[in-house]
């Protein structure tokens, strides 16, 4: 996805390490990114000291960064995403929703990013999938990527990325199964793809 006429200027100069352009980045994207990694950790102090961390990295290799098919915001999600990813690894189980009212969505373009932060099953669901399957969920359906985006983030085809939704859609509707103890209907597919309100219809 191409940047934005001023977000490819202030991208521009924070290439070339100006420590101003930088942190215009931080004040337009810190918010999403901490959104991003609390809906993944569960837990705001994690969330806020996962981003601060997230800027850190991205600040010490940001001369490196080039806009081929994928913006700085979903560049950022993917540093962001990693360390919370790596988190996660190290504690278990998984934090609950206790505070999802801290961290309200901004972009109600999608019902499912609504659905799942007011859900915590849903969210622990999602969570038990293998990395690279929660991967593809969480930014196809939480940050509203599109097919090409995601498959520049993982270094892959399209068409794999597609393959890996429909697998994590099944292995979705497998776990909410076997913790609701009903079937979820109807079967999680791809055609869910495009229409976030019809796949939290079909986890409902």
Not at 58 to 67: N, P
Not at 80 to 90: E, I
Not at 92 to 119: I, K, Q, W
Request: proline share 3%; charged share 25%; aromatic share 8%.
């Amino acid at each position: 996805m191409a940047q934005e006429a001023g977000e490819s200027a202030v991208v521009a100069l924070a290439v070339k390490r100006d420590p101003e352009a930088f942190t215009k980045l931080y004040e337009m994207y810190a918010a999403r990114v901490q959104r991003h990694i609390y809906y993944l950790v569960g837990n705001a102090q994690e969330a806020h000291d996962l981003t601060s961390e997230t800027f850190l990295r991205a600040w010490r290799v940001i001369d490196r960064y080039e806009d081929r098919g994928v913006s700085v915001s979903s560049w950022l999600l993917k540093i962001g995403h990693n360390l919370a990813a790596k988190h996660l690894n190290k504690r278990r189980p998984l934090a609950s929703l206790e505070e999802a009212g801290d961290y309200p969505a901004t972009d109600r373009s999608s019902n499912f990013v609504e659905a799942v932060c007011d859900v915590d099953v849903a969210r622990n669901a999602v969570l038990q999938l293998p990395d690279t399957q929660r991967q593809v969920i969480v930014w196809r359906f939480i940050e509203n990527m599109s097919y090409d985006e995601v498959a520049q983030l993982l270094g892959r085809p399209s068409a794999t990325i597609r393959v890996i939704q429909f697998r994590a859609l099944k292995r979705l509707r497998e776990i909410l199964e076997s913790q609701q103890g009903e079937a979820v209907r109807p079967a999680l597919t791809n055609d869910a793809v495009g229409s976030p309100a019809m796949m939290v219809s079909q986890l409902g």
